[in-house]
């Protein structure tokens, strides 16, 4: 019997998503977190099981659901768990896709009982997590690494910046500046650069046509 998903473009790739933010306990009832609905980082690989690519999406709490055959959902709550599964899986993929929006800092000790009131200048010290794309991008051989960057000041020589720093091959760097772009909402403006620093601006878009054009990216490395 024919396989009709053998002609697919992705088929035989292996993706590993990250999506959506993620949770830094505080104690048993609070956590540090962010607005990230994981919305950009489903429809991606929604775009890439369509394609034929097996997907491993590794996420962050959020509301959004999916079923698909070719998608394996790994559901996380911190930047350390994301790191473990992310680590767990990277040897086996052709390509990686950070599209979560990851703490960068987590409390340095979390109360094991829900914190009182009584304290009139209560402080939280924080320290780093780990970067989890830099630290697939040591760990990189044949991976197409793909990372995002938000940017609100000199937002194209920062994402070059992190494109040297995390070892990418392209960087989908996320405008605010325009109407309509960003968290909470629909649609994206983005901006792609490569390796080679090539720059090309997107036009404001819908999240799901941004995901195809980065999957577009990826069918056109494998095609090359
Ligand atoms: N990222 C990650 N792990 C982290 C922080 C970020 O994997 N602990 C990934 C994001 O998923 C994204 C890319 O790194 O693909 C860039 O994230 P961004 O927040 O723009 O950059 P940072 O490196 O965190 O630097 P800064 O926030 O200071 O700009
Ligand atoms: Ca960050």
């Not at 320290?127 to 995002?148: C, P, R, V, Y």
């Not at 403006?189 to 390796?195: H, Q, W």
């Given at each position: 019997?024919?396989?009709?998903?053998?002609?697919?473009?992705?088929?035989?790739?292996?993706?590993?998503?990250?999506?959506?933010?993620?949770?830094?306990?505080?104690?048993?009832?609070?956590?540090?977190?962010?607005?990230?609905s994981?919305k950009m980082g489903f429809d991606i690989?929604?775009?890439?099981?369509?394609?034929?690519?097996?997907?491993?999406?590794?996420?962050?709490?959020?509301?959004?659901?999916?079923?698909?055959?070719?998608?394996?959902?790994?559901?996380?709550?911190?930047?350390?768990?994301?790191?473990?599964?992310?680590?767990?899986?990277?040897?086996?993929?052709?390509?990686?896709?950070?599209?979560?929006?990851?703490?960068?800092?987590?409390?340095?000790?979390?109360?094991?009982?829900?914190?009182?009131?009584?304290?009139?200048?209560?402080?939280?010290?924080?320290?780093?997590?780990?970067?989890?794309?830099?630290?697939?991008?040591?760990?990189?051989?044949?991976?197409?690494?793909?990372?995002?960057?938000?940017?609100?000041?000199?937002?194209?020589?920062?994402?070059?910046?992190?494109?040297?720093?995390?070892?990418?091959?392209?960087?989908?760097?996320?405008?605010?500046?325009?109407?309509?772009?960003?968290?909470?909402h629909d649609t994206n403006?983005?901006?792609?650069?490569?390796?080679?620093?090539?720059?090309?601006?997107?036009?404001?878009k819908s999240k799901e046509s941004v995901a195809?054009?980065?999957?577009?990216?990826?069918?056109?490395?494998?095609?090359?």
């Open positions: 019997e024919k396989d009709i998903t053998s002609k697919l473009p992705l088929k035989g790739k292996k993706i590993l998503i990250t999506a959506g933010p993620t949770y830094e306990a505080i104690d048993p009832v609070r956590f540090i977190g962010n607005h990230s994981g690989a929604r775009i890439a099981a369509h394609n034929g690519a097996e997907v491993i999406l590794v996420a962050g709490p959020t509301h959004l659901k999916v079923e698909h055959p070719f998608i394996h959902l790994r559901r996380v709550q911190s930047a350390q768990e994301m790191y473990d599964v992310c680590h767990e899986y990277f040897e086996e993929v052709n390509v990686t896709i950070a599209a979560a929006a990851v703490a960068d800092y987590r409390p340095k000790n979390v109360a094991l009982q829900k914190i009182k009131k009584n304290d009139p200048t209560f402080i939280i010290e924080l320290e780093k997590t780990k970067d989890i794309l830099a630290s697939l991008g040591e760990k990189k051989k044949n991976q197409f690494l793909i990372g995002f960057a938000l940017e609100t000041e000199n937002e194209i020589e920062h994402a070059k910046l992190k494109i040297q720093k995390k070892n990418l091959d392209l960087i989908v760097l996320n405008s605010l500046n325009d109407k309509g772009a960003g968290f909470g403006k983005v901006t792609f650069i490569d390796k080679q620093f090539i720059v090309e601006p997107m036009n404001l195809q054009d980065i999957i577009n990216k990826i069918i056109q490395h494998y095609d090359a």
